[in-house]
């Protein structure tokens, strides 16, 4: 079983956020480092979780960040939620790199850029990314079963599909989809909770 | 399917991963406006992105964020505390420092240019060693397989000569798709530069002629694109390298 640990994310301050959001659009020289000053550990993290790769983490973390600077003229600073785009962005270039790895890039890329659009963060809560959230999804997290656990690994660190991990487990789709469904709804009401306490 | 069957599909679709026929019928719900459905997708969203902090810690080298700035051309200066010295005694400090880093920037760079005129060399005459044997006429070919790797990118840069593209462990393109290079400027959008695709082996060279900026130049980068080529990147970036 994979221990998690929660990263203390302090991002709490949305009105930060807005600002930061505003200045790169506007492509003040200093934005960029703020910009990364808040979320390059968070990011890093999250590409190494899936590459495994220092060398190619680093990469890639490069490679979001030049991403979120060229697009972030459609990112509507004033409801978006900066941070959750962030890292949709980061995660998608580490599956995009595993999937070249394995030899599913071409099916599925067209799948990723369009999750990662910046108008789609654009009426989420801006304060979402916080550490008190990042403690209940944990602990969530571990009340799954090891099955569970490996279920939602593989589809948020790996990008498989639900019919890739079936064959990878070799279980049943059925049995899988179970899972799934499972560990989603216990980590959804978990969080739900916490986010309309 | 209702709503209420759809509601464990979320969160997959959110990230990317789910299939049909669920997938199919979400999108059929979100064409048509289903409340519920894009209510469901905003809270996934939100549930995916908080997922995804939940992570082992590991801290990034220092060097990456001098990379990160330079890859959008805005290293930033690290001059802060000047302002308690006073500007005067700074640039004051900055004029005497400034010859002997020049002067030690300008042996580096003798020494590094050295170097690689070394190891070129070492390379060449490798390459002639290798084109020897092959050219041989008892020298038999083995076929074999290993480890897939992942593709490798190498880029060089020459002011007259422009951008020469190396790239190995690349698949070919699949049907209708080809590969484009991107010369990304820094703080400046991707020019298109070039289709190519792989050949069997994994292997791609591509060149693009003429005189080139090369202290302007961030990244050149390759995405898979429809075989026309692109005016502007629409896929994501397959292979990056930055100075």
Known sequence: MIIFFPILFAVADSEADRSLAERLKRREPQAMADLYDRYGRIVYALIFRVVRDTGVAEDLAQETFLRVWNRVQGFDHERGALGPWVLTVARNRAIDYLRSVDGRMAASAVELDTNEHPSLFGDLERDVLNSDRSRVLRAAFKKLSDKQQMVIELAYFEGLSQTEMADRMKQPLGTVKTWMRSALRTLRDELGEALTA | ?243
């Open chain 2, 1 to 243: 399917m209702t709503c209420e069957e759809l509601r464990d599909s979320y969160e997959l679709y959110a990230i990317g991963v789910l299939e049909d026929p669920e997938k199919a019928e979400l999108e059929r719900h979100l064409a048509e406006n289903c409340a519920a459905c894009r209510e469901g997708i905003r809270v996934a969203r939100q549930t995916n992105s908080v997922l995804l902090t939940v992570i082992p810690m590991v801290e990034p080298s220092k060097r990456l964020r001098k990379k990160v700035l330079a890859a959008v051309g805005m290293e930033r200066t690290g001059w802060g505390w000047v302002s308690s010295w006073g500007v005067v005694t700074a640039a004051l400090l900055v004029a005497v420092m400034y010859l002997s880093i020049e002067d030690r920037r300008h042996v580096r760079e003798l020494e590094i240019a050295k170097a690689e005129m070394h190891s070129t060399g070492l390379a060449l005459s490798k390459a002639q060693q290798a084109i020897s044997f092959l050219n041989e006429p008892d020298t038999l070919l083995m076929v074999g397989k290993g480890v897939k790797m992942p593709p490798k990118l190498r880029v060089f840069l020459n002011k007259n000569r422009g951008v020469l593209l190396m790239a190995n462990n690349l698949p070919a393109a699949p049907a209708g798709k080809i590969y484009e290079m991107w010369v990304i400027p820094k703080g400046g959008a991707p020019k298109p530069s070039g289709l190519f695709n792989s050949d069997e082996q994994g292997n791609a060279t591509h060149i693009l002629p003429g005189a080139l900026d090369v202290d302007s130049t961030a990244v050149v980068a390759v995405t898979l694109e429809p075989e026309a080529g692109s005016t502007t990147p629409t896929m994501p970036i397959i292979l990056s390298a930055g100075l």
